[in-house]
C-alpha cells in the first residue's frame, strides 16, 4: 500500500510564513510528479504547484514570487514554503504524487489527507 502523509499545516497572520510536508510510504518503484492543490470552502480544487522528478516547476499566478516547492527524492518528500500569506490563501491543502508502485507498470496518482491553513487578516 502507498500512503502520503502531509504535515505543517495551522493558522499564521497575515505576511506570516509556513512550510508544507508530504512524505510517500509504502512500496515504492518510482515517483514521477508530486504536486499541492488547495480547495476553500465553497471552491473547487485548485492547482498551486508541481514538480517534476528532474526539479521543473510550476506555479499557479496567484502564488508565484511567494511560494516554493521543492522535493527530495531520497526522502520520497515535497515541501511547500509558503511565505508572504494572505488571507485568500486559506484553504485545505493537498499533496499528490503520481507513483509506480514494485510490480505495476504505469503510475498511478495518489492523494494525501489534507491539511488546514488558516491564513487571519
Not at 506570516?16 to 499541492?36: D, E, P, Q, V, Y
Not at 531520497?74 to 499528490?96: F, G, H, R, W
Request: with cysteine; aromatic share 10%.
Amino acid at each position: 500500500q502507498v500512503q502520503l502523509v502531509e504535515s505543517g499545516g495551522g493558522l499564521v497572520q497575515a505576511g506570516g510564513s509556513l512550510r508544507l510536508s508530504c512524505a510517500a510510504s509504502g512500496s515504492i518503484f518510482s515517483i514521477n510528479a508530486m504536486g499541492w492543490y488547495r480547495q476553500a470552502p465553497g471552491k473547487q480544487r485548485e492547482l498551486v504547484a508541481t514538480i517534476t522528478s528532474g526539479g521543473s516547476t510550476n506555479y499557479a499566478d496567484s502564488v508565484k514570487g511567494r511560494f516554493t516547492i521543492s522535493r527530495d527524492n531520497a526522502k520520497n518528500t515535497v515541501y511547500l514554503q509558503m511565505n508572504s500569506l494572505k488571507p485568500e490563501d486559506t484553504a485545505v491543502y493537498y499533496c499528490n504524487a503520481d507513483i509506480q508502485k514494485y510490480g505495476v507498470g504505469f503510475p498511478i496518482r495518489y492523494w494525501g489527507q489534507g491539511t488546514q491553513v488558516t491564513v487571519s487578516s
